[in-house]
């Protein structure tokens, strides 16, 4: 089976950094994204690692390590607009490559 | 403009009635998805198809129906044996479904939101 966890929800403030964390244990990886979803909206890719390290694309990066079932995604100079869930999905290739979701993390962004 | 509709964006459905929930891509993608999604929990996959007239149960198929029968729609029907029918629907499409070193992006559907009264 697969598991991935994430925080529930985290606060943070307006101009400041913050991390968000995802474990996952999964056979056959072949790959990890984030996606932000706004309330009641659709969830939009944000980004995709497969290999070990750091992948940066303007304010929000994403790490990921597969030794040791671990990624996170980095947001620098927070926007109010940037209150939203983030969603971890893992890409298992012994589940037809399938993606299957953490619960997301719900960041609220404050003045 | 190239993109990935569902309609309607808000449903109602009585008890005992099933309801077909609309998905249409124009994005030329192979693979198309439905997902539902439920207050403080991931999204769940219900049925995929990887190719026109085949489709597969993902986790939470029961209760639930697919047809493709054209690459571009993948209509969901919910039927009245899915017990707990009121959620959040996402329909999403990818341009091949991950094999061949192909990346597996997923791009959405703005959603459908199912009530049953």
């Known amino acids: 089976g697969q598991n991935i966890d994430q925080p529930t929800e985290m606060t943070a403030t307006e101009g400041a950094i913050v991390q968000i964390n995802c474990t996952y244990q999964?056979?056959?990886?072949?790959?990890l994204f984030w996606y932000q979803q706004h309330a009641g909206e659709a969830p939009t890719f944000l980004s995709y690692?497969?290999?070990?390290g750091l992948e940066e694309k303007g304010r929000f990066s994403s790490f990921l390590s597969r030794s040791k079932g671990y990624s996170y995604l980095l947001l620098k100079e927070l926007q109010m607009k940037d209150s939203a869930s983030y969603l971890c999905?893992?890409?298992?290739?012994?589940?037809?490559?399938?993606?299957?979701f953490g619960g997301g993390t719900r960041l609220m962004v404050k003045p | 403009d190239g993109g990935i509709t569902q309609s309607p964006k808000y449903l109602f459905r009585k008890e005992g009635q099933n309801v077909t929930l609309s998905c249409e891509q124009n994005?030329?993608?192979?693979?198309m998805y439905w997902y539902r999604q439920d207050p403080g929990q991931g999204l769940r996959l219900i049925y995929y198809s990887q190719i026109v007239n085949d489709f597969q149960k993902g986790d939470i198929a029961e209760g639930y129906s697919v047809s493709r029968e054209k690459k571009e729609s993948f209509p969901l029907t919910v039927t009245s044996a899915q017990k707990n029918p009121t959620a959040f629907y996402l329909c999403?499409?990818?341009?091949?479904?991950?094999?061949?070193?192909?990346?597996?992006?997923?791009?959405f559907g703005p959603g459908t939101r199912l009530t049953v009264l």
């Open positions: 999964t056979s056959g990886f072949n790959g």
């Open positions: 690692n497969v290999l070990d």
């Open positions: 999403a499409s990818s341009i091949s479904d991950g094999s061949g070193g192909l990346v597996n992006t997923q791009y």
């Open positions: 999905a893992v890409i298992n290739n012994n589940a037809g490559n399938m993606l299957t």
């Open positions: 994005l030329n993608h192979d693979a």
